[in-house]
């Protein structure tokens, strides 16, 4: 089982950059793969990006391409989310989630089993 828990919400300017951490505990961790989401008010959960349990493979929601870096360190059972050139429509409660292992419906959030409480990020304008 895996328990996570992120970090790094908060209120940033439009443009600017954001990172976000999950933790993850259980020794398990370097077996899962690992993905972001967000949703904001009224909207339904939405893919953001998926690293693989090697961190060698990376997928991103089409909108988030060039802008959103997903990254891992095993040794620190930790996922991160570089957010750069942010945009108010970027505002929404981010979470992170871990599933195995890193298949074709990672863009679905009923793939994931564990998922974290989420964090807030809003932009403004």
């Known amino acids: 089982q895996v328990q996570l828990v992120e970090s790094g919400g908060g209120l940033v300017q439009a443009g600017g950059s954001h990172r976000l951490s999950c933790a993850a505990s259980?020794?398990?961790?370097?077996?899962?793969?690992m993905g972001w989401f967000r949703q904001a008010p009224g909207k339904e959960r939405e893919f953001v990006a998926v690293?693989?349990?090697?961190?060698?493979?990376?997928y991103y929601a089409d909108s988030m391409k060039g802008r959103f870096t997903i990254s891992r360190d095993n040794a620190k059972n930790t996922v991160y989310l570089q957010m750069n050139s942010l945009k108010p429509e970027d505002t929404a409660v981010y979470y992170c989630?871990?599933?195995?292992?890193?298949?074709?419906?990672?863009?679905?959030?009923?793939?994931?089993?564990?998922w974290g409480q989420g964090t807030q990020v809003t932009v403004s304008s």
């Open positions: 259980g020794r398990t961790f370097s077996m899962y793969a």
């Open positions: 989630a871990a599933t195995i292992p890193l298949g074709l419906a990672y863009s679905d959030y009923n793939y994931y089993d564990y």
């Open positions: 690293i693989s349990w090697s961190g060698g493979s990376t």
